[in-house]
């Protein structure tokens, strides 16, 4: 007997009900998948999951090889009784940590060679070795080792990576040992490619895989380019087999999916943004965190009925991230998780009721928009004088007109201007054209990568992409631009017809801003500009590339501290490339001590206007103009100024033991 049974309940157009039977229970479809990485879904037990109905989880291969090891799971029963879920689970096998580690990893046709975070050792994770560790596991269903890349990279390496995804597909299917145990689901690669899409479920479904996983997407794709995509290839995948959507995504990600004929989902979004303090309801995104939400008696969402909105208000919620409980995320997390799982369910009535249609109109209506509950789905704009409005033009000092949040009370750019700070302090510190006419490190002309975090009304981005274009007909390196940025009601703003010109939003400039608004990209012949929406790290995470320099220019740290913390800037430094550099506006040495226990090197950036000190850090001490010497290490031993709230205990240790303060830096001249 297969280890997976599939059954086709009914249908409504596309969207399929159906029920999965594994070894471990049954799944009704469709259904989203908790990401349980390490044995565990960050901060909750097995009764919680039970509580919101999870039917299977997810957990992973390349984390769960590297600690607690095969030894470990195998002398505890594998998963299920290590971590104490009795549950289906599905395993990823790797593949897309693998491409997470972007400049740490080798990819040769045997697989994929790396070093663990854990002890430095060189692995190799190939087919074979990521089955054996999904054995070791115990997973009701194992996926094969894809080789996974951006899907917007060009059509030869959409193709390499394709075909070496088919031969290791093979190769996994040849070295499964447990059959009657143990699913294996197959991985649809092609990047954006319809004909590459077509030819790789072609291929695939000649074999006998239990079931199909749709992936490479969520990785530089926009959401029209992604839904073009899921529709096409699941109008390929055999209708008596589970047809699984890796990695994707938001609830209105899931609704359309669903409309498309996919059974099975996981992200770990509901629990990621749960740390920042965002919550899913049945009206769209809500921040507990925001100031106006102090005094509220509100549930978090009254549709809801798990424990976090039956016993607690918003006004709770809130005092609970201000005070930087951990309470707050779990029961944040219990409520997004609910939130996905009902979901579920609705849909799956309603293809039964053979109301789909009806169902994900009404729901993508209702959710579909910013977080802030504006009622507008995301790149909508508004104009100045809607009543709603987060954002409102003020006059600094010298007169300049600047965006205000007013929920936050914070001008960008007060003092010296959007212009002036974008020119002097980000792109002209940076040396960005100078880096642009020179080839990299490897003496090659490849793309340099900006991160642009914060992005605002786009003065930092459009300073870049202005030098980039103004070095067309030379010979010069393309310009890759990656904005983060999880509210865009500032650009919307600055784009009006009223406030253009001041924010020098004219002519191309303009064009751009409005196809970053609109569609999410904006290319040229040289610069490639794209928005990836949401809350940080994990919309990091999505950025197909590494970084080479860094713009960091989100909201104070008094507005906003969650990204002038470690864990931020930790996962930064897990997305920068070699040589990587980055500039902000802030020096308090709160946020220093964060890029330095991040692992950056951290030095003295210029001065402007009236701002005094900024800061420069990068990858390497050498790259900084003026670093941090043992001077300032001796006046932080003597300070009473405040580490980030989420620095270790012996965090004053640490920074006193990184690389730059080895040896005394000779005084700036």
Known sequence: MPALRYDLLSTDGRARRGRITTPHGVIETPIFMPVGTRATVTGLTPWDLREVKAQIILGNTYHLLLRPGPDVLQRAGGIHGFMKWDGPVLTDSGGFQIFSL????????????????????????????????????????????????????????????????????????????FPEKQALYAIVQGGLDAALRKQSAGFLTQHGFDGFAIGGLAVGDT???????????????????????????????????????????????????????????????????????????????????????????????????????????????????????????????????????????????????????????????????????RHEIVLTREGQKAVRDRVLGEIMHPVVGPRAEAEILYAGQAGLRERLLAPDEHGQWSPLVLFDVGMGAASNALAAWKISESL??????????????RDVGALTLALD??????????????????????????????????????????????????????????????????????????????????????????????????????????????????TGQTTAAAVRTEDLKEPLDLRWLERLGRSSAPLPKDAPVDARERIAHAPQFATPAAPPA
Request: proline fraction near 5%; hydrophobic fraction near 40%.
């Open 497 to 610: 017809e009223a406030h253009a010109s001041a924010f020098d939003l004219t002519g191309p400039a303009r064009d751009a801003a409005h196809a970053i608004l609109h569609a999410g990209e904006h290319r040229t012949e040289r610069t490639r500009w794209s928005l990836f929406r949401g809350e940080l790290p994990e919309s990091l995470l999505r950025a197909p590339d590494a970084a080479d320099v860094v713009f960091w220019d989100p909201w104070s740290p008094n507005s906003n501290p969650e990204l002038w913390s470690v864990r931020a800037f930790s996962a930064l430094r897990g997305k920068c490339g070699p040589r990587a550099t980055l500039f902000t506006y802030g020096a308090a040495t709160s946020t220093r001590a964060a890029l330095l226990l991040a692992g950056f090197s951290v030095g003295v950036g210029i001065r402007t206007g009236t």
């Open 223 to 389: 959401r029209e380019e992604r839904g073009s995509v899921i529709e096409l290839n699941a109008d390929l995948l055999p209708k008596d087999k589970p047809r699984y959507l890796m990695g994707v995504g938001t609830p209105p990600d899931l609704i359309e999916a669903i409309g498309h004929g996919v059974d099975q989902f996981d992200c770990v979004l509901p629990t990621s943004i749960a740390w920042q303090s965002t919550a899913f309801t049945s009206t769209g995104r809500v921040r507990v965190s925001r100031r106006e939400l102090e005094f509220s008696d509100a549930p978090l969402d009254a549709a809801c009925a798990c424990s976090t909105c039956r016993t607690f208000s918003r006004g709770y919620l809130h005092h609970l991230f201000r005070c930087k409980e951990p309470l707050g995320p779990r029961l944040l997390s219990v409520h997004n998780l609910a939130h996905y799982l009902d979901l579920m369910a609705q849909a799956r009535k309603a293809i039964e009721e053979q109301r789909y249609a009806a169902f994900a109109k009404e729901t993508l209506e209702r959710i579909d928009r910013h977080e802030h509950g504006d009622g507008k789905k995301p790149g909508a704009q508004r104009g100045a004088s809607a009543p709603e409005a």
């Open 102 to 177: 972007q400049t740490d990893r080798r990819i040769t046709e045997d697989g994929a060679r790396f070093k663990s975070y854990v002890d430095g050792k060189e692995l190799l994770l190939s087919p074979e070795t990521s089955i054996s560790m999904q054995e070791a596991i115990g997973s009701d269903i194992m996926m094969v080792l894809d080789h996974l890349i951006p899907s917007t990279s060009d059509g030869a390496a959409v193709q390499e990576a394709m075909d070496r995804t088919h031969r290791w597909a093979l190769r996994s299917l040849a070295a499964r040992k």
């Open 472 to 485: 067309a007909g030379t010979q010069a390196r393309p310009l890759l631009i990656r904005s983060f940025e």
